[in-house]
């Protein structure tokens, strides 16, 4: 089943290389995967959907914040199927929807709203409702938060296959130095690992979604090579969790700058909750040396709903975007080695 428009397009960052004094920086741009605005769910939801459907389910349960990509794309995803869709809202109902809760009402996702503050709240909260809908003689498909279980996973595993092959077909060899991607429910990490299988240390930049990564994401991918006959990533699991700042969805320096860059040296747009911060520990790791002024990195823009980005344009950021000058702010920071 299609629901992503793949392989998603794998650019050069050449400006922004040159910004830093090295790596060589390319973008994997499932930004681009095309369903309902885009985004790293939709390879998931290939794979989520083709499960629901070959177990007879007639509606897709999952959920998510206000803002939530997932939920977005979920929504998205069940009417292209002919599914319904239920969603678990963590927060109050708000007077006016905007953004993703917006979109979640435009394509017509019943929405539940739960008092979920906690992380496994709100996965509680999906089970809940797709109990009281299989009470109601529904055959639900419950999608935990973030598409972080096994099928979600694979789907990764072979995104990781298809960034391989376009690595060789550049002449640039099928492997990478680094790949560096945000850490939601830490799924799409997890297949990555999985897919890359050692041909690529993987940076997982935690934006402070869960709690609990550096245990998630080793077991998702152990789980998801077992089911699809490759073998468990060996070596240790890096995330960073030094980014989210005071945590998911608030705004940090280091992201309007992350942001910035991308945005005035290569055109690329990324968001403050997850792009953001990923690209913000991409800088950080060339900065303080982790990676390398000759490695190869491969930023994988996950997408992340523009209307999200009115964070990114709050007084406190507007200060700082007012500061700079219409110049990246200044000076490589380490000159490249050639
Ligand atoms: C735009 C965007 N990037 C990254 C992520 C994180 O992906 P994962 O949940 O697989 O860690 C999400 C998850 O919701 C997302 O919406």
Redo the contacts with the bound molecule.
């Keep these: 089943m299609r629901l992503a428009h793949l392989p998603t397009p794998l650019e050069p960052m050449d400006r922004l290389a040159a910004h830093l004094g090295g790596p060589r920086l390319l973008v994997k741009r499932d930004d681009q995967t095309g369903l309902a605005l885009g985004?790293?769910?939709a390879r998931k939801l290939e794979r989520l959907c083709a499960e629901a459907l070959a177990e007879g389910c007639d509606v897709l349960v999952t959920g998510?914040g206000h803002q939530?990509?997932?939920a977005r794309m979920t929504a998205a995803a069940a009417n292209r199927l002919g599914l319904d869709c239920h969603l678990a809202v963590a927060g109050g109902e708000p007077a006016v929807a905007s953004g993703n809760l917006l979109l979640d009402r435009l394509l017509g996702a019943t929405l539940h709203f739960v008092d979920a503050p906690r992380y496994y709240d709100l996965e509680a909260a999906i089970e809940l409702v797709a109990d009281r809908l299989r009470a109601g003689g529904r055959r639900p498909y419950a999608i935990p938060v973030?598409?972080?279980s096994v099928p979600g996973v694979v789907a990764y595993a072979d995104a990781a296959v298809e960034l391989l092959a376009q690595l060789d077909a550049d002449g640039s060899g099928p492997r990478a130095d680094w790949v560096v991607v945000?850490?939601?429910?830490?799924?799409?990490?997890a297949g990555l690992l999985v897919g890359l299988g050692g041909r690529a240390r993987v940076l997982g930049v935690d934006?402070g979604?869960r709690p609990d990564l550096d245990e998630v994401v080793p077991r998702l991918a152990a789980e998801a090579a077992g089911v699809a006959g490759r073998g468990a990533p060996e070596g240790p699991v890096l995330v960073d969790h030094g980014r989210y700042g005071a945590g998911y969805g608030r705004l940090t320096e280091e992201a309007v700058e992350a942001m910035t860059l991308a945005a005035r040296l290569e055109g690329l747009v990324l968001?403050p909750v997850?792009?953001g911060k990923a690209m913000a520990g991409l800088l950080a790791a060339v900065r303080d040396g982790t990676i390398g002024p000759s490695d190869t990195v491969v930023f994988w823009h996950?997408?992340?709903h523009r209307r999200s980005s009115r964070s990114a344009t709050s007084p406190r950021s507007e200060a700082w975007h007012r500061s700079r000058t219409r110049d990246p702010p200044a000076g490589p920071a380490r000159r490249r080695v050639r």
Excluded: E, M, R
């Design positions: 985004g790293n769910k998510g939530s990509n997932h973030g598409g972080a945000a850490d939601g429910s830490g799924g799409t990490h934006v979604t968001d997850y792009t996950t997408g992340g």
